[in-house]
């Protein structure tokens, strides 16, 4: 691997840690407050800086500074581990995630993701997966019996829920023949009858509502926060994380979540970067034919492309927040129910009708 | 007489319908206009009727109309009134108070002193920030309370 390789590779690293740390962190943080409270007739934040802009950066300092209270009785070291699973997890379910096509820079094909895996969706389930031992493991650190709930529950729920969630998606690997997140996109690019795009969920509107769902109970938003259940557990498996940045990393760590189950949901059902009916090589050329060279063509296509792949993920990011002030939280039973008697039987149906369909056609 | 469960039907059974009726009210609301009132800068119109803190009433001569009855200070629910009576320099008046203290840490600004008294010697105004720093200021003698 030559330098210039390596270079950009840290490029893209420190670019996917700050979209992790900026947009999940900061922007969610403060866009959860401001949604919550515009839906409940508030204002929100609006103290600190313009608009609460900078509320944040007071949160953050404020998390700095506080006292690292350690419980007496806690596990000290899976105390001190339990936090950074969670974030570590979170942060490296980013590299597989592309947010825009491969475009050539001087001769260097390059998009903005880290790692190109053949693998690539079943590599996001599986740390995602590894995100619950954090969400455990702190559960029993805490040595408290609502964190020890809390994590129990996670378990559970995360068990059930993956289930579903992984055979839903086998309708969507079965059409588009690949496990490479770049393939899934590009396999979804071509228009239907010439004007509705060939997304996900086009193709497959069922395996996208128990996706969905699913993704809920993963990220352990509500309807699915059993793990955290405010008004039953105190906070769940972090209570004994009460102030600290140990507890900045569980917040951070749900909001990048939250980010990279958007970015899936974009991926694998909404064509991720694409714009309908235009393709990579179109758009440069047309930049092209503005007289832009070949580098800024490349440039403002992948400025394009980003903006296109945000815009979508806003929109999934502004669902949690909005889904999770509108409903209540799922009782402990309705949650297991739905799981294993709602969305299991519906995931395997819908591959069956999947194969079916191909088959005839 | 039994109640019979109401089984959901299979749209209600999958939860969507409803929620997205439930999506719908808050994006609303999400639009509408904010009820905040922005405190500080900001503040809300007080009524006529409006309790605050007390004040005591002058009369032509410029001294309190109070006689030191102590009806006030024997209505008031939370015992936050103490009055000590002298003899009044002003012959047509038998008492006036020497010592007139309301504790407003006690009072519950329920205005009944307000109405016990016969010569109309005590009022409410509509003064409601009231913090200060330490509980000797919270204590309010005549002086103040006749300013
Ligand atoms: S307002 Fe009520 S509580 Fe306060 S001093 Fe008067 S009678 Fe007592
Ligand atoms: S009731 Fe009126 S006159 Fe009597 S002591 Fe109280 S304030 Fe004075």
Redesign the pocket.
């Known amino acids: 691997m030559d330098w210039i390789g390596l270079g950009i590779i840290v490029a893209k690293i420190v670019f996917f840690l700050l979209v992790g740390f900026t947009a999940a962190g900061y922007v969610m943080n403060l866009a959860e407050r401001k949604i919550s409270a515009f839906m409940q007739d508030r204002l929100g934040p609006n103290r600190v800086g313009f608009w609460g802009l900078l509320q944040p950066v007071a949160d953050i300092i404020k998390l700095f500074f506080k006292e690292d209270v350690v419980t007496d009785r806690a596990s000290k070291v899976i105390y001190f581990v339990a936090p950074m699973i969670i974030a570590f997890t979170a942060l490296s379910a980013l590299a597989v995630i592309p947010l825009t096509d491969v475009l050539t820079f001087f001769g260097r094909g390059m998009a903005i993701q880290i790692a190109n895996l053949n693998v690539g969706i079943l590599f996001i389930f599986a740390i995602a997966s590894l995100g619950t031992y954090g969400a455990v493991l702190s559960g029993w650190a805490g040595n408290s019996k609502y964190s020890f709930l809390g994590g129990l529950r996670s378990s559970a729920q995360m068990i059930s829920y993956e289930v579903s969630m992984g055979l839903s998606i086998i309708g969507i690997l079965m059409i588009f023949e690949s496990l490479r997140l770049n393939d899934i996109i590009l396999g979804q690019s071509p228009l239907l009858w010439g004007f509705l795009p060939k997304w996900g969920i086009v193709v497959q509107p069922l395996a996208f509502i128990i996706f969905l769902t699913a993704a809920f109970a993963e990220t352990n938003r509500v309807p699915f926060d059993l793990q955290e259940a405010d008004a039953e557990l105190v906070a769940g498996f972090h209570t004994e994380f009460s102030n600290s940045m140990k507890f900045g990393m569980f917040f951070m760590a749900e909001y990048i979540n939250m980010f990279t189950s958007s970015a899936v949901i974009v991926i694998l059902f909404f064509g991720g970067w694409q714009i309908p009916g235009i393709s990579t090589a179109e758009i440069v050329s047309f930049f092209i034919s503005l007289g832009a060279s070949e580098f800024f063509a490349s440039l403002f296509t992948i400025l394009l492309q980003l903006g296109v792949t945000f815009a979508k993920i806003a929109f999934f990011m502004f669902l949690f927040v909005w889904v999770r002030w509108t409903i209540p939280r799922f009782r402990y039973d309705q949650l297991m129910n739905l799981g294993w008697k709602g969305l299991l039987p519906l995931a395997i149906l819908n591959i069956l009708a999947t194969g079916l369909v191909m088959v005839i056609i | 007489m039994r109640l019979k469960d109401k089984r959901l039907n299979i749209l209600e059974y999958f939860y969507i319908p409803p929620i997205l009726k439930g999506m719908g009210i808050t994006l609303r609301h999400f639009f509408s206009r904010k009820v905040t009132v922005q405190y500080p800068k900001v503040k809300k119109e007080i009524y006529p009727r409006f309790?605050g803190a007390?004040r005591l009433e002058k009369n032509e001569q410029g001294r309190e109309k109070c006689v030191a009855c102590e009806l006030?200070a024997t209505?008031?629910?939370?015992k936050?009134?103490t009055i000590e009576a002298a003899e009044s320099p002003d012959p047509e008046v038998e008492k006036y108070p020497l010592r007139y203290e309301?504790n407003v840490l006690?009072?519950?600004?329920?205005?009944?002193?307000?109405e016990?008294c016969p010569k109309e010697a005590i009022a409410?105004t509509d003064r409601y920030e009231l913090a200060d720093y330490s509980r000797e200021a919270l204590v309010y003698n005549k002086e103040m309370l006749l300013k």
């Not at chain 2, 209505?75 to 939370?78: A, D, R, T, Y």
């Not at chain 2, 006690?106 to 307000?114: A, K, L, N």
């Open positions: 309790r007390h006030c209505v008031c629910p939370s936050a009134i309301i006690r009072c519950i600004f329920c205005g009944f002193c307000v016990a409410m």
